[in-house]
């Protein structure tokens, strides 16, 4: 049974936490979509399961944090190109893409990816 759709973007977690590959797998097969994982590599969100609750308090953020999005409370704009931030993305068992495969998307939809402008 098809949904209508051929590519579905979604959040790899709701409030309740991350989604299930039991989850992924039977929205894949009741849709025949793709299904792609949206990913901010250009921000920070504190709402992810990566952030550490220290970084709430300014003074205790790591210096590649840099200002919060005033258009999207939570977000914060990272130095991407840091290669802490860079092992929380990718590369890890344990990193953002690698906790996202593991659901069994398909892939992910990269968002923020315009961020070098802001330097």
């Known amino acids: 049974a098809s949904l209508g759709f051929d590519l579905i973007v979604m959040d790899h977690a709701d409030d309740?936490?991350?989604?299930?590959?039991?989850?992924?797998?039977?929205?894949?097969?009741?849709?025949?979509?793709?299904?792609?994982a949206y990913m901010s590599i250009g921000e920070a969100e504190d709402y992810r399961?990566?952030?550490?609750?220290?970084?709430?308090?300014?003074?205790?953020?790591p210096e590649w944090i840099e200002e919060e999005n005033p258009d999207w409370p939570g977000n914060y704009l990272v130095r991407y190109w840091e290669d802490a931030w860079k092992q929380i993305i990718f590369g890890t068992d344990s990193s953002y893409l690698d906790v996202i495969m593991a659901q069994g998307f398909d892939g992910v939809y990269?968002?923020?990816i315009d961020s070098y402008s802001s330097f």
Request: aromatic residues 14%; glycine residues 8%.
């Open 49 to 61: 399961f990566y952030w550490k609750e220290e970084w709430d308090r300014k003074k205790d953020r």
């Open 16 to 36: 309740d936490g991350l989604y299930t590959s039991a989850e992924i797998s039977g929205l894949k097969e009741k849709s025949g979509a793709i299904i792609l």
């Open 110 to 112: 990269l968002d923020k």
